[in-house]
């Protein structure tokens, strides 16, 4: 099945500083990359996504990038606000029924 | 509903005793799946309905666990005999056809066994 990994688990930035989260996957079927930002106390939610026909996307101060040839895609996020400070997951699927899988997340840090 | 609805929030239970969890899915979502996630970790899978297919169970982690779902709506997830390990909060998400669209999740239930 796919697995995903995901790097760093922890990163701490300063506000208005860039950050970068990254995680590979190992099936090459897999054609669908979301990322979701969870708020303590909260559901994970969608904050942007990528397929695998497009090589980067952006929403404002976010962005993701995909390389199928490596496996791997990224999260951007640039002008780091405090706001920002959550743990991220990224995921992978394939076509059809298969579900999601999870990378482990990333508590992302923003200090001020 | 706007979104995905779990209740209830925080449940507190006696080892032993068994809970049961309840998830409303976005009307019209297909596919609906029940996560787990202990504190400080990641999403661990659990169960995945999709219409009127047999669920995958292959995440369950033991037969202490069972989930149901009535037809495209509600689901509930029961665990018999909770155990303090059992303690997590349990994260429901449904989506659209089969998946092509990303889930989108309730806020879930805290549950502590104690």
């Known amino acids: 099945g796919e697995n995903v990994e995901q790097h760093p688990s922890t990163l701490s930035v300063q506000e208005g500083d860039s950050a970068v989260i990254k995680c590979t996957y190992s099936d090459s079927a897999s054609n669908y990359f979301p990322w979701y930002k969870q708020e303590l106390g909260k559901g994970p939610q969608l904050i942007i996504d990528?397929?695998?026909?497009?090589g980067e996307k952006k929403d404002q101060r976010i962005a993701v990038t995909l390389n199928k040839t490596a496996k791997h895609f990224s999260l951007h996020i640039t002008e780091t606000q405090p706001e920002d400070s959550a743990v991220y997951f990224c995921?992978?699927?394939?076509?059809?029924?298969?579900?999601?899988?999870f990378g482990k997340g990333t508590h992302l840090i923003i200090q001020p | 509903g706007a979104g995905v609805s779990q209740s209830p929030s925080n449940k507190v239970t006696e080892k032993g005793k068994d809970v049961e969890l309840r998830c409303d899915p976005i009307s019209g979502h297909t596919a609906l799946y029940w996560y787990r996630q202990r504190l400080g970790q990641g999403l661990e899978f659990l169960i995945y309905?999709?219409?009127?297919?047999?669920?995958?169970k292959s995440g369950l982690p033991s037969d202490r666990f069972s989930a149901e779902r009535t037809g495209e709506s509600v689901s509930t997830l029961t665990i018999q005999r909770t155990q303090q390990e059992d303690s997590a909060v349990y994260l429901c998400?449904?989506?659209?056809?089969?998946?092509?669209?990303?889930?989108?999740f309730g806020s879930g239930t805290r549950l502590t066994v104690v």
């Open positions: 309905f999709q219409g009127n297919s047999a669920p995958d």
């Open positions: 990528i397929r695998s026909n497009v």
């Open positions: 998400a449904s989506s659209a056809r089969d998946g092509v669209y990303g889930y989108t």
């Open positions: 995921a992978a699927r394939k076509g059809g029924a298969d579900g999601l899988t």
